[in-house]
């Protein structure tokens, strides 16, 4: 599976909307004799961000649009363009998104993951993923007995 991660370089995750960041790293995840592995697998500009000269709005930025330049299409046509970058990962981890941000994704079939406030680096963004993705997938699997 591949994970996109908005960042400033390969060590650093950025904590803004994802749509403003600069690059997104991409990293491959896979389970080998029951060892999961990461690796990267490339790192990506965000097309957005280089027209925007990050000239962003702090409200963008921050996820705090009003509801006007929510349904403004011009603003929800920036979201959708990031799907040309991370279209071939199943999951968006992020500090902080927007609504149009969710919405964009999950019509492309990519599941969008909150990074805790505390996390600032990629391999403990990663690493926290795995062990909730884990402890998901086993909690499903657990039923109340009655």
Same mark, same amino acid.
């Given at each position: ?5 908005? @960042? ?10 994802? $749509? !403003? ?10 389970? @080998? *004799? ?14 957005? *961000? ?7 709005? /702090?409200? /963008? ?6 509801? /006007? ?5 011009? $603003?929800?046509?920036? $979201?959708? #363009?990031?799907?040309? !970058? ?7 981890? %992020? ?5 149009? !941000?969710? &919405?964009?994704? &999950? &019509?492309?079939?990519?599941?969008? @993951? ?5 996390? !600032?680096?990629? *391999? ?8 909730? %993705? #884990?402890? /998901?997938? *086993?909690?499903?699997?657990? $039923?109340? %007995?009655?």
């Amino acid at each position: 599976m591949k994970i996109a991660l908005p @960042v400033y370089d390969t060590a650093t995750v950025y904590r803004d909307n994802p $749509h !403003t960041t600069p690059k997104f790293a991409i990293y491959d995840i896979d389970s @080998v *004799n029951n060892s999961i592995h990461y690796s990267l697998h490339s790192v990506v500009v965000n097309p957005l *961000n280089r027209y925007k000269s990050q000239k962003f709005p /702090e409200s /963008e930025l921050l996820c705090s649009c009003s509801l /006007e330049r929510q349904n403004d299409l011009t $603003h929800k046509c920036e $979201h959708y #363009s990031l799907l040309e !970058t991370i279209s071939d990962c199943s999951y968006l981890l %992020a500090s902080k998104y927007c609504q149009n !941000t969710k &919405k964009s994704m &999950k &019509k492309a079939g990519i599941k969008v @993951v909150k990074i805790p406030p505390i996390i !600032t680096q990629t *391999n403990s963004a990663i690493i926290n993923f795995i062990i909730g %993705a #884990s402890l /998901e997938r *086993n909690i499903q699997n657990i $039923h109340h %007995a009655s």
